[in-house]
């Protein structure tokens, strides 16, 4: 097997636990004879695997090389498996050649946080621009906000993808104190309230000025993950609505936690994934 | 009772459409030349196809319908269901006998089926623009295999040509023996003629295909393959979705 499908392989499998398909919303219309349109209308899904979901984005990782150690993912840093790190140019040819082939909607890229916030969300931050800028591409492009990133980054990254994500992990704090003691909420709310304040003072700007540029045009969603912390329904619904109405997120996905370790802290193997 | 043949085009269907009110008939069929069999003692005319008389019906139909409802119509003649014309005729006649707006009016039996036919033949038109998959060969060009259940090619020509301006792309209508091509400029309709030994679906070897198409297909049949969540399998699911009459032409589920 070459190298690039064995990256492909691993970086996949390590993004399939990410919710977030949609790819429509979005306003990026193809003016420029470019490849891609974005149009609003619906959105495509191109395929369906064998678990009955659909397939509309390339989603893979960066890289799956990461410093935290959180109990419910795949990638902590203790956990034995096989490593493995896109370059900025792979990615960029297999979104293309993908898109090319009509194989999917386009791109949606997370990442593991190798060195620290700043670096991986730069190296994000360049395959959006490069696709953007270098290739016309007009596809879609979702990117994962990293917490901790500088704002300057993120403002970047809304230029070129959109839509941005900030992954919440867990519904509640206390279950984010217990399995991912190393991140915590605020740092995850700052970068979601820069970007809705950036996106309302652009949206303010266009009112007044002919040309602003495109700004996150599908908006910011977030994903919570689900029965892996013993949550209430309620504590669930409640910081949604709370996070909808103040943040104006355009969705909150939810993703029933898969067993994959046999952490103390976590549902055991096996246990049914809650629907 | 009367027949009346068309060339099997729009066209042809729209100028037959303007003899019946020219000639003032209601007693008249109106049928695919090249689909009709003959009853014995059937009474069969040809209608030739004059642009300028369905130009006028067209034009007619324009004003009194929204251009989502005449799309719906469009439809309906893309559906190619036997017998279709008799329901369009019926639903160009209600909307030519009416003042007002009739397009959401289901009491009357053929609106109800336009909307409905021309629903089918939209699901299709999507299902079309998410199931092509192209393949590249040596010439540079783009090429999909497809067989549609409703003819729909001229449906989805102008998201492809949105989406993929910048390169030559050809989708090809098994079925129907017809194809799109874009040349960088506009759509074209085509025509292709296969050698009878040549097997139109992926083989890696043979030298149509562009070198590096071998390596993105097996990407992609990796990538599809990692993305499945093994514990949470549900073929069913994916069945409904996915039909299997579409799995020959999807790259990912060839490779099975």
Known sequence: ????????????????????????????????????????????????????????????????????DCAYCVSRKSNDIKRAAFTVQEVVDLTINFYRRNYIEGLF???????????????????????????????????????GASDELMQEAGLYADRLSVNLELPTEAGLK???????????????????SEIIRLEDERKVLKKVPKFVPAGQSTQVIVGASGETDMEI??????????????????????????????????????? | MTTWLYDGSFDGFLSAVFDLYWQKRTDVMIRKEQDHVRGLFENVIFTPTVVANADR??????????????????????SELPGEEDNMVGFIRYVFANEQDVTSDFGNRYVLHVSQVSRKVLRE??????????????????????????????????????????????????RRRFG???NL???????????????????????????????????????????????????????QHMPRRYWKYLTEMRAG
């Open chain 1, 109 to 147: 890229l997370s990442s593991g946080i190798f060195k620290d916030p700043d670096y991986t969300m730069e190296r994000l931050v360049r395959v959006a621009k490069k696709l953007r800028t270098e290739c016309n591409f007009n596809g879609y492009i979702h990117l994962k906000a990293i917490p």
């Open chain 2, 57 to 78: 019906v067209w034009a007619g139909l324009t004003k009194k319908l929204s251009e989502a409802s005449l799309q719906q119509l469009f439809c309906c003649y893309l």
């Open chain 2, 180 to 182: 799109i091509y874009y």
């Open chain 1, 178 to 196: 217990l399995l991912a003691p190393e991140k915590s909420r605020p740092a995850m709310i700052k970068p979601i309230r820069f970007l809705q």
């Open chain 2, 185 to 239: 400029g506009h759509v074209e309709t085509i025509r292709l003629h296969f050698n009878a030994d040549y097997d139109p679906y992926y083989h890696s070897t043979g030298n149509v295909w562009a070198p590096e198409e071998e390596l993105y297909q097996r990407l992609w049949n990796t990538y599809f393959k990692e993305v499945d969540i093994a514990s949470r399998r549900n073929p069913r699911l994916q069945l």
């Open chain 1, 1 to 68: 097997m070459e190298r690039i499908q064995e990256k492909l392989a691993i970086l996949a499998d390590a993004a399939k636990y990410d919710v977030s398909c949609a790819s429509s919303g979005s306003d990026r219309k193809n003016d420029t004879k470019g490849l891609g349109n974005a149009h609003p209308g619906m959105g495509i899904c191109h395929s369906y695997t064998a678990d009955g979901r659909c397939v509309s984005l390339l989603k893979i990782l960066l890289t799956n090389v990461c410093i935290y």
């Open chain 2, 125 to 174: 038109k999507h299902r079309m623009e998410a199931f092509v998959r192209f393949q590249l060969t040596k010439d540079n060009i783009y090429y999909s295999l497809v067989s549609p259940d409703y003819n729909v090619l001229p449906l989805i020509a102008r998201h492809f040509k949105d989406r993929y301006a910048d390169q030559y792309w050809l989708i090809y209508d098994e």
């Open chain 1, 237 to 275: 619904m409640h910081m949604a609505s709370q996070f909808y109405r103040q943040f104006q997120l355009k969705r909150v996905y939810y993703s029933g936690y898969v067993p994959i370790s046999n952490d103390t802290r976590l549902p055991a193997l096996h246990s049914q994934v809650p629907l």
